[in-house]
């Protein structure tokens, strides 16, 4: 699939720091090491409805770690998927009456345009379900193979039992997994499973679904933990630095994915470090598309929100941070970015050196968002209320909010 294109990033005088981060798997805060290419795999989304603020919030934690490391000299190699084939999209293609294919590339497509309008940076690979599969039937086998998988009724389980290491990514007791199991995806409740959490890897084909060709496998679909870890294997290869997503995939998604992972390679886990956004409500319940209370980023476009609005209403908020968005948050971005474009549009100002340097700080202090606005709401008053003459101030402000915020002043 080809993704979307890049917003340039201003390169900024002198080097950033390493990204320090909040890892699910160790509970912990750690500094980040990565070689000189930085390797970061981030979930995609299911395309069955429009990019919501909460997908938005989470890509945006994302691409701030894109951007600390850029600004660290690092080179990225980022890969995102679009899981293009799974239950709940072909559960609304059917109930609205649309060709699966086309609801995914409809909604995927709309995506690209919002990532673009936000000026998220594009992943190097976006790949989808459907195009990794020839990728995840021989892992499936593999895992078979090797006893870590077993079928029932013609699909093919992954059992938990087969990593020692299980429950290392989300830390959550047996009860609280089966719970969440059975919410996101999981069939705890089918008969003749050997554990209840065992995820699927390969559903055989059913009446009426799409298949494809699974080898020794016989004709199926992929499970969606898998899909993940085909292609982070193969584009980015055991211990890359970062998987990232919201909240709701530490489990069962991401904790799976790195039992998967573990099983295939002995290693464990597949990423240096987990990493999970808040969940973003509106009026007081999690933004979701089962739910269907939304906030859908194109929509704001359409009634003429500018993007960078937006992002700042996002950047305003930890991205740990569980928050709710509402008509406030939103008009706070817009008073706050038309206070930082009048700052900068004089032709000279305050000495903006020292205010790279807080950014900076601030982002790789565990992507401390709020902290970069607070910084540059400081120099923004002062900027405002002087009358200091560095003609090199207002674009060194810009360029440092556009590379390491994503905002375009
Ligand atoms: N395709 C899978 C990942 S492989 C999936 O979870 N897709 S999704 O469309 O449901 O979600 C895409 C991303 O948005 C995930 O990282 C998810 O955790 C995040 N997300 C979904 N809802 C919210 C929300 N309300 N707030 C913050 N992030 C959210
Ligand atoms: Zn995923």
């Known amino acids: 699939m080809h993704a979307w294109p890049a917003s340039e990033v201003p390169a900024l005088p002198g080097k950033g720091r390493d990204l320090q981060i909040h890892d699910s798997a160790t509970q912990g805060t750690i500094t980040l090491a990565p070689g000189p290419v930085a390797r970061l795999y981030v979930c995609g989304i299911t395309p069955y409805d429009a990019t919501h603020i909460g997908h938005a919030a989470t890509y945006n934690a994302f691409d701030l770690v894109q951007r600390v490391w ?9 890969v995102q998927n679009v899981t293009d084939v799974d239950d709940p999209l072909l559960e609304r293609a059917l109930r609205d009456g649309h060709d699966w294919t086309e609801l995914a590339e409809r909604e995927t497509a709309l995506f690209r345009e919002d990532m673009t309008a936000l000026r998220m940076l594009p992943p190097q690979h976006y790949i989808g379900a459907v195009e990794a599969i020839p990728g995840i039937v021989p892992l499936v086998e593999r895992l078979r193979d090797a006893g870590a998988a077993y079928e029932l009724d013609g699909d093919v389980y992954f059992s938990v039992e087969s990593d020692p290491h299980f429950g290392g990514v989300s830390h959550l007791d047996a009860q609280a997994m089966r719970l969440l199991s059975a919410e996101r995806g999981g069939d705890p409740d089918r008969p003749g499973k050997k554990n209840p959490l065992d995820p699927m890897l390969w559903m055989a084909a059913r009446e009426g679904e799409p298949s494809w060709d699974g080898a020794s496998l016989g004709r199926g679909r992929p499970g969606w933990h898998i899909e993940c870890v085909a292609i982070a294997l193969e584009h980015l290869g055991m211990g890359f630095d970062i998987q990232g997503g919201g909240s709701d995939l530490a489990f069962p998604h991401h904790e799976m994915g790195a039992s998967h992972a573990q099983a295939l390679t002995g ?11 808040g969940m973003v409500a509106l009026h007081g319940e999690k933004m979701s598309k089962s739910k269907g209370n939304l906030v859908f980023v194109s929509a704001l476009r359409r009634a003429g929100v500018d993007p960078a609005a937006i992002r700042l209403a996002l950047l305003s908020h930890h991205y740990r941070a569980n928050w709710e968005w509402t008509d406030e948050v939103l008009a706070e971005a817009v008073a706050r970015l038309e206070r930082w474009r009048a700052a900068v549009s004089r032709p000279d100002g305050v000495p903006a050196d020292a205010l790279v340097e807080e950014v900076r700080e601030a982002l790789a202090r565990d992507l401390d968002a709020p902290a970069a606005l607070a910084a540059v709401d400081r120099w923004v008053e002062r900027q405002l209320a002087s009358d200091e003459t560095d003609e090199t101030a207002p674009g060194l402000v810009s360029r440092t909010v556009d590379a390491l915020l994503g905002v375009a002043l």
């Not at 850029?70 to 980022?78: F, G």
């Not at 290693?267 to 956004?277: I, T």
């Open 70 to 78: 850029l600004d660290n000299k690092r080179q990225v190699h980022y």
């Open 267 to 277: 290693e464990f886990p597949m990423a240096k470090a987990y990493v999970h956004a």
